[in-house]
T-cell receptor, first 115, second 115 residues
Framework: EAAVTQSPRNKVTVTGGNVTLSCRQT?????MYWYRQDTGHGLRLIHY???????QIGDVPDGYKATRTTQEDFFLLLELASPSQTSLYFC??????????????FGAGTRLSVL | AQKVTQTQTSISVMEKTTVTMDCVYE???????LFWYKQTASGEIVFLIRQDSYKKENATVGHYSLNFQKPKSSIGLIITATQIEDSAVYFC????????????FGSGTQLTVMP
């Protein structure tokens, strides 16, 4: 079972604040993803990456930056947080190639509140 | 445009019965992959089962099976002999084989299994 670890698990900040969400996977997966989950919308893709230094834009990227510093680490940055970014954030990873290449492995989630 | 729709927001069933959750999808691709994920009350999201569009046989894993109706762009999840611990939110997802690798999720169906 792939291991994907997110930190922090909970975060409260104020409008205009600076927030960094961290994700680390320890299974040498190539792809990593950031999703947000909101009631009625399911999971929506913010950014993803297929390797260190790579970044791809997802479906709801506005207000978010991301950086993949290593194969293991993927960060989501909110530089001017707004109340609309209050959400549950999930990181996920998947391998490249092999039978399970289309399967996403999720972290436990980070609950962010922007006051 | 690709889209995944789950119209059932919540379902309640009695323990040990069979339940079917609906999902319809839209894609222009001739080849694609369909998935069901489960989100437990703790927030954990886990992969359940997958159907590749080129396969005619319905996938089965344990007490989960799929009802794949390609002409209707439908992929239903069937859970037989439901248990209390099956209570969760179930997400349908799709990945098209062409273009960038993105997993598109439906909005989820909350399943409650009652004793």
């Amino acid at each position: 079972e792939a291991a994907v670890t997110q930190s922090p698990r909970n975060k409260v900040t104020v409008t205009g604040g600076n927030v960094t969400l961290s994700c680390r996977q320890t299974n040498s997966h190539n792809y990593m993803y950031w999703y947000r989950q909101d009631t009625g919308h399911g999971l929506r893709l913010i950014h993803y990456s297929y390797g260190a230094g790579n970044l791809q834009i997802g479906d709801v990227p506005d207000g978010y930056k991301a950086t993949r510093t290593t194969q293991e680490d993927f960060f989501l940055l909110l530089e001017l947080a707004s109340p609309s970014q209050t959400s549950l954030y999930f990181c996920a990873s998947r391998r490249l190639g092999g039978h399970s290449q289309n399967t996403l492995y999720f972290g436990a989630g980070t609950r962010l509140s922007v006051l | 445009a690709q889209k995944v729709t789950q119209t059932q927001t919540s379902i309640s069933v009695m323990e040990k019965t069979t339940v079917t959750m609906d999902c319809v999808y839209e894609t222009q691709d001739s080849s694609y992959f369909l998935f069901w994920y489960k989100q437990t009350a703790s927030g954990e999201i886990v992969f359940l089962i997958r159907q590749d569009s080129y396969k005619k046989e319905n996938a089965t894993v344990g007490h989960y099976s799929l009802n794949f109706q390609k002409p209707k762009s439908s992929i239903g999840l069937i859970i037989t002999a439901t248990q209390i611990e099956d209570s969760a939110v179930y997400f349908c997802a799709m990945r098209a084989s062409s273009g960038s690798w993105q997993l598109i999720f439906g909005s989820g169906t909350q399943l409650t299994v009652m004793p």
